[in-house]
């Protein structure tokens, strides 16, 4: 990362201060990208965690608060909720201000936040394609969008001006910038990213059904592939019942054609179609090594985690023997 040498904005407002805007604090903070930070969340209990972990220099009780006098405003909450945050701070915001988000949907983000925004504040949203399984404002950290993605749906009609400034914010907080159609957007991240949520979800629940075999050898001999489902199906489940209610047609799109292909590798097995199975892997090997090679993961095995001398980290409940 390098810091620029003045600040991109003189204020920057975060609403909502978990995982992301905790993280977009923080690295701004690090980059000195903005001049102050103001920032709010829905809870009593957030608000005050922000404060003690002094991540802005300003925690507001409301919305209106936060956005009063700021440049740049990004609203950090589950997508479903974005359309009433707008509303709210609709005629608060100043002239001249850069409105963005940073939800994992992007048409339905634009479809309610736009009409409430008035003209003269320049609206661009943003998805960092960065994250982890944990949520709230201690989860956070200041590199968690360094070498990561984030894309910019700017509307056809944008300023650019607007839009490049936010480009130079993300890029300063580490990422590299893409810009695309909020459709496009849907469609690519239905496929990269909801989809694999929805398996993850899907395995780690039909396991959980087994429960004979859930409470003893799937925790065992997870490391044959369930584990890596289980850190996926952490993740919030308000943020992904957003997601998905969010962006139904494209994520139905995507499963209509993962069901296809799971047919085809289900009608491979039973057949004892050797060859159809070992042509599909070996695709599919090749495009794991394709991610290795632009930088978007560890080559080490194991997902780049060390696991040899593990600390004993007690298992959760419910799978936790009783005393663990
Ligand atoms: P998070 O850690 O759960 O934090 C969510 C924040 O939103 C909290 O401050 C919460 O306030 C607030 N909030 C929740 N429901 C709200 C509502 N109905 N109205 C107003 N505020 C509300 O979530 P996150 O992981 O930072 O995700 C935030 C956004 O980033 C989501 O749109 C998500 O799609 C997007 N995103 C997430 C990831 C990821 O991996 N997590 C990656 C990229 C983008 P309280 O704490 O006071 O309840």
């Not at 736009?114 to 956070?140: I, K, Q, R």
């Not at 690519?188 to 899907?202: E, Q, R």
């Amino acid at each position: 990362m390098t810091t620029p040498k003045s600040p991109l904005f003189n204020r920057l407002a975060l609403i909502g201060v978990g995982l992301i805007g905790s993280s977009i604090a923080r690295a701004a903070r690090a980059q000195g990208v903005v001049r102050s930070i103001a920032a709010t969340a829905r809870s009593p209990a957030t608000r005050r965690r922000v404060a003690e972990l002094g991540l802005a220099d300003q925690v507001t009780e409301t919305n209106a608060a936060a956005v009063e006098g700021a440049d740049l405003v990004i609203v950090c909450i589950p997508v479903g909720a974005c359309g009433e945050v707008a509303r709210e701070i609709g005629p608060h915001l100043m002239t001249g201000a850069t409105v963005s988000d940073v939800g994992s949907v992007k048409g339905s983000v634009v479809r309610d936040m736009a009409p409430h925004l008035p003209g003269g504040v320049h609206f661009v949203p943003a998805h960092p394609v960065a994250g982890t399984e944990y949520s709230g404002p201690d989860a956070g950290f200041a590199e968690l969008f360094v070498n990561r993605w984030c894309i910019l749906t700017p509307p056809a009609n944008a300023d650019a001006q607007a839009v490049e400034r936010l480009a130079a914010f993300w890029r300063a907080l580490g990422s590299n910038v893409d810009t695309m159609t909020a459709e496009h957007h849907d469609l690519v991240l239905a496929v990269t990213s909801h989809l694999p949520h929805l398996i993850a979800y899907t395995i780690v629940g039909t396991a959980d059904e087994l429960s004979q075999v859930t409470r003893s050898e799937v925790l065992q001999y997870s490391a044959g592939g369930f584990r890596d489902f289980t850190r996926i199906a952490a993740s919030d489940p308000t943020m992904w019942r957003d997601v998905f209610l969010a962006n139904k047609d494209a994520v139905l799109e995507m499963l209509g054609r993962f069901n296809e292909d799971v047919s085809a590798l289900t009608r491979a097995i039973r057949r004892g179609d050797g060859e159809a199975l070992f042509n599909h892997f070996a695709r599919t090997r090749a495009i794991r090594k394709g991610i290795v090679a632009i930088g978007q993961d560890s080559p080490a095995p194991d997902f780049g985690r060390p696991h040899p001398d593990l600390p004993h980290t007690p298992l959760p409940r419910p799978y936790a023997a009783e005393g663990e």
